[in-house]
C-alpha cells in the first residue's frame, strides 16, 4: 500500500520560512509528477507547486519568487521552501504524487495534509 507522510508544518510568524516534506512509502515502481496544494478554510483546494521527474516546475502565480519546489528521486521525497509567508499562505498544504505501482498501473495520491498558520 502506498502512503504519502507530510511533516513540516506549524505556526510562523509573517515574514518566516517554513520547509515540508513528503515521503511516498509503498509497493512503488516510479513516480511521476509530484506536487503540493493547499486549502483554507472556506476556499477550494489549489495548486501551490507541482514538480516533474524531469524537475520542470510549475508554480501559483501568488507564491512565486517565495516558495520553491524540489523532489529527491532516490529518496521518494518532495519539499516546499516557504519564505516571506504571509497570512494568506494559512492553509493545509497536502502533498500529491502520480506514482507507478507494478503492472505499470498509475495511481493518483494524496497525503493526509499538514496545517500551515501564518500569524503574529
Known amino acids: 500500500q502506498v502512503q504519502l507522510v507530510e511533516s513540516g508544518g506549524g505556526l510562523v510568524q509573517p515574514g518566516g520560512s517554513l520547509r515540508l516534506s513528503c515521503a511516498a512509502s509503498?509497493?512503488?515502481?516510479?513516480?511521476?509528477?509530484m506536487g503540493w496544494y493547499r486549502q483554507a478554510p472556506g476556499k477550494e483546494r489549489e495548486l501551490v507547486a507541482r514538480?516533474?521527474?524531469?524537475?520542470?516546475?510549475n508554480y501559483a502565480y501568488s507564491v512565486k519568487g517565495r516558495f520553491t519546489i524540489a523532489r529527491d528521486n532516490a529518496k521518494k521525497t518532495v519539499y516546499l521552501q516557504m519564505n516571506s509567508l504571509e497570512p494568506e499562505d494559512t492553509a493545509v498544504y497536502y502533498c500529491?504524487?502520480?506514482?507507478?505501482?507494478?503492472?505499470?498501473?498509475?495511481?493518483?495520491?494524496w497525503g493526509q495534509g499538514t496545517q500551515v498558520t501564518v500569524s503574529s
Open positions: 500529491n504524487a502520480d506514482i507507478v505501482l507494478r503492472a505499470l498501473n498509475r495511481v493518483n495520491y
Open positions: 514538480i516533474s521527474n524531469a524537475g520542470t516546475r
Open positions: 509503498g509497493t512503488i515502481v516510479g513516480i511521476q509528477d
